[in-house]
């Protein structure tokens, strides 16, 4: 990826987005998680995949967020397995965000309530990520959603159009090692 292309998709989806590339595990499985430094290392670029693109449903917290990209790499929560499961894998360096954006809710029963009543937030949600991956420049991208319920809204919007698999979302109960064997065995890698 190119340094302006990359400053462009930070300017434009930085508050909510990310790349799954993270500073390496410390002493404890959450050290680093929140090192954004990574991001300012030139050689990242080269370990960047637009058409690897890991889905979330939506941000728990929005005033979490502070900084680009930090989306899916605070100390908090169970993302620290998501490193875990791609370190040294194809999908290492693929790009991060959530389906519906600017909408926090920690809870996915919730989420996915209100869009079962407003059809049409849902349709600008999935017309807001089909304009993210066009900025993004994907080609031919494979969409891995990360649990039920954002697999569920792609597959009801996207399914004829994207190669969409589902792993585990990253917040079930499973230790980093098991959640890393399983998605191995989805992903086949």
């Known amino acids: 990826m190119k340094k302006l292309h990359f400053e462009k998709i930070k300017r434009l989806y930085g508050n909510y987005a990310s790349w799954a590339i993270w500073a390496e595990e410390g002493d404890k499985p959450k050290s680093n998680m929140d090192n954004l430094s ?25 005033d979490e967020l502070n900084k680009p990209f930090e989306n899916f790499h605070g100390p908090l929560g169970g993302a620290y397995k998501i490193r875990y499961a791609f370190k040294n894998s194809p999908y290492w360096g693929g790009y991060m965000t959530d389906v519906i954006k600017d909408f926090a809710e920690k809870a996915s029963n919730k989420m996915m309530s ?59 109960y499973m230790s980093k090692e098991n959640y890393r064997n399983e998605v191995q065995s989805i992903l086949h890698f």
Do not use: C, M, W
């Not at 637009?50 to 929005?62: A, C, D, E, T, Y």
């Not at 649990?147 to 589902?166: E, F, M, Q, T, W």
């Open 38 to 62: 990574i991001f300012e290392d030139k050689n990242i670029l080269s370990q960047l995949n637009p058409n690897i693109i890991l889905v979330g449903l939506n941000i728990s917290k929005r």
């Open 114 to 172: 209100y869009l079962k009543e407003n059809k049409i937030f849902e349709k600008e949600n999935i017309n807001s990520f089909l304009k993210e991956l066009e900025d993004l420049e994907s080609n031919n991208p494979t969409i891995i959603a990360f649990g039920n319920d954002a697999y569920s809204v792609l597959i009801r919007n996207l399914k004829d159009s994207y190669n969409i698999k589902k792993v585990p979302h990253y917040s079930t």
